[in-house]
């Protein structure tokens, strides 16, 4: 049975692999979380309550607006609708949804969404979401419009992201008492 200075060492190797360990796991974490978020709104097209984030204009524009958008057979189904068109009608004629804000539809938007170390010291680790200039503009006028991020987490969300951290830790511990 080892003594209390054995349990002593082992729980201050423990801590100090949680310290070093702490980014690399925070990170993937925060990429789990955006993952767990996008698929959410890609397949439910809601908030993290489950509201939709709205609706597809049907705001008109000339149909070449959507040209290098749009596949050859898509373009010939917008072609029916005449020269003026909507982005819901582009979206239809690609074949997506148009009930609710899915934030998809190149794909770019997503992609160009990064997890990165914003802080680190001794006794925390924050991660943040940051993406290219076009998607940051795209996240900060969704949040101005609808008053919120469009990436929070879920209730469901956040407890498979804090059951993974805790995961995490207790196979520190484990692996060193």
């Known amino acids: 049975m080892p003594n209390l200075n054995e349990i002593g060492d082992r729980f201050i190797q423990a801590l100090n692999e949680i310290r070093v360990t702490r980014p690399l796991e925070t990170e993937l974490l925060a990429r789990e979380a955006l993952a767990l978020v996008r698929l ?43 020269w003026f068109v909507s982005y819901k009608d582009a979206r239809e004629a ?35 979401i940051v993406g290219s200039e076009r998607s940051q503009n795209i996240l900060d006028w969704q949040s101005e419009k609808i008053d919120k991020s469009i990436l929070l987490l879920s209730v469901e969300e956040l407890r498979i992201i804090n059951d993974a951290y805790f995961e995490r830790i207790d196979d520190i511990i484990n692996k060193y008492l």
Do not use: C, H
């Open 40 to 82: 959410r709104i890609q397949k439910q097209g809601g908030d993290e309550n489950g509201a939709d984030f709205g609706q597809y204009s049907d705001a008109v524009v000339p149909r070449w607006y959507f040209d290098k958008l749009m596949t050859s057979g898509s373009k010939k189904i917008l072609e029916r609708k005449g």
């Open 94 to 128: 690609r074949g997506f949804q148009t009930d609710t804000y899915d934030y998809t539809f190149t794909g770019r938007f997503f992609n160009e969404l990064r997890a990165t170390i914003s802080g680190n010291d001794l006794s925390s680790t924050t991660a943040e």
